[in-house]
């Protein structure tokens, strides 16, 4: 054990001595970190690796503390993403695609023309994916919703709730639907990190324009910029993504006239009106 009266010299000299004494796992290291190499680069210049890593009691905590490092190493030559960026937008598509029986709850605020927008979603994630979305101006958003069976608007003017039959169950959108599906078209590209707010995230290129931002932390998205035609860029703040469970509850978010119970009700098809 070290004591505290160990001159400072000594202690680093007796560190790097420890690094330097061969162990076991080096042969298993570099074996490893060759076979990497040779099945990863391209024929071109020769490129010399000079690496030396204290391995662990376990030779295959070792070995596996060296493949992760070479999976830093960047792209494979050819262009596409390395096995690092790779997992990270998997992690990324993993974090948008909703688990079944359950609510996904999304809010994406943004500022266009100088004013707040919002759009909020609540929708199931299984059949019959009923959901409610409410958008528009901060403080002045209309409401829709649809059950499967039956289709819902909501006018804040006057209080009046819109029904008619719905001609099919709705397929399963969300408003990250195009992200979730552009992260698994095996085209998106990490562009690297930011720091936004104090938050580390991810920043990945979309092919179709969109730029996503995901945290380093759990990559749920953040951020999305969204480039408009004349050229500007609107970035949409993800206020709120979680899933939550299929409680009575949260199942009434899905429900326009469980929010709105004092609303006037105008049914369709000579449904009548209260």
């Known amino acids: 054990m070290t004591t505290h009266d160990e001159p400072d010299l000594q202690l680093l000299e007796r560190d790097l001595r420890a690094l330097a004494e061969p162990r076991p796992a080096d042969e298993l290291l570099r074996i490893a970190m060759r076979g990497e190499l040779t099945s990863r680069l391209r024929p071109g210049p020769r490129r010399r690796l000079s690496m030396r ?68 979603t609540w929708r199931q994630t299984s059949r019959p994916y009923a ?51 552009e992260l698994a078209s095996g085209r998106a590209q990490l562009a690297g990190t930011v720091v936004i707010h104090g938050t580390a995230l991810y920043k990945i290129d ?24 004349d050229g500007s860029v609107i970035r949409l703040r993800v206020a709120a993504y979680e899933y939550l469970p299929m409680t009575p509850t949260n199942r009434a978010l899905l429900s326009v006239t469980a929010q709105h119970p004092a609303a006037r009700i105008e049914r369709s098809a000579g449904g009548g009106a209260k």
Request: proline share 8%; hydrophobic share 45%; aromatic share 8%.
């Open 53 to 120: 890593i204290a391995a662990g009691s376990a030779a295959l905590g070792a070995v596996a503390a060296a493949l992760a490092a070479l999976a830093l190493v960047g792209t494979n030559g050819t262009g596409e993403p390395s096995a690092a960026d790779a997992a990270i937008i998997h992690h990324a598509l993993r974090a948008v695609s909703p688990p079944p029986n359950e609510i996904l709850h999304v809010r994406l605020v943004g500022v266009q023309n100088g004013v707040t927008v919002v759009a909020e």
């Open 131 to 181: 959901f409610r979305v409410a958008k528009g101006e901060a403080g002045h958003q209309g409401e829709f919703a649809d059950n499967g069976k039956t289709s819902f608007v909501y006018d804040p003017g006057t209080n009046t709730v819109s029904e008619s039959p719905g001609p099919r169950s709705p397929a399963f959108a969300d408003p990250i639907w195009q992200v979730r599906q």
């Open 206 to 229: 979309l092919p179709h324009g969109l730029v996503g931002f995901f945290a380093e932390r759990n990559y749920h998205p953040w951020y999305l910029d969204d480039p408009q035609r």
